[in-house]
């Protein structure tokens, strides 16, 4: 299923979402959808590293220079920090895959929003680099975070469905 989902998130991202924002203010960046779906008994290096490539092929598509792969890497480093502290005290199995069906809709919703702000936080403030835009890129964070996760969520439902 993995390498589904990183040729599905890659191709959305690039033909679809990559000239699609409202207002010049809220972006999708769907492609983070593949990194917060790894599976978790991925070790945490490779999952750094598989985060660091797909970064890198988005950056040359979109001409940043980085700025993709370094909120990637970000936001596979601390991914596991963010599911132990979401994780109930009898724990997941940890080969279970993460989506919406298999951790139910609220687990799913804190964790994705969690890494969704915090990537999109990161991949803003590098494209600002000064607080003379500032509120322009809490604004870009908080819209593109929204749009991102309700694009995120209606995927996981269209691709992952109950089966009966």
């Known amino acids: 299923m993995p390498i589904f989902l990183i040729i599905l998130f890659w191709v959305l ?10 207002f010049n203010m809220a972006f999708c960046y769907i492609y983070i959808g593949f990194i917060l779906m790894l599976p978790y008994e991925i070790p945490h290096l490779l999952t750094m590293i598989i985060a660091m490539a797909f970064g890198f092929t988005i950056d040359i598509f979109y001409d940043t220079v980085g700025m993709h792969m370094a909120a990637c890497v970000f936001i ?12 109930p005290r009898g724990g997941y199995d940890a080969t279970m895959e993460i989506s919406i069906q298999s951790l139910g809709f609220q687990w799913f919703a804190s964790y994705a929003a969690v890494l969704i702000f915090i990537h999109h936080t990161l991949l803003f403030a590098i494209e ?6 500032f509120f322009q890129a809490i604004g870009k964070i908080v819209l593109s975070s929204i749009f991102t996760f309700g694009v995120f969520t209606l995927l996981q439902f269209l691709l992952f469905s109950r089966k009966r």
Request: no cysteine; proline share 4%.
């Open 13 to 22: 991202q690039i033909l679809i979402f990559r000239n699609f924002a409202f």
């Open 76 to 87: 596979a480093y601390i991914r596991p920090y963010v599911i132990n502290v979401l994780t």
């Open 128 to 133: 600002a680099w000064g607080l003379n835009v």
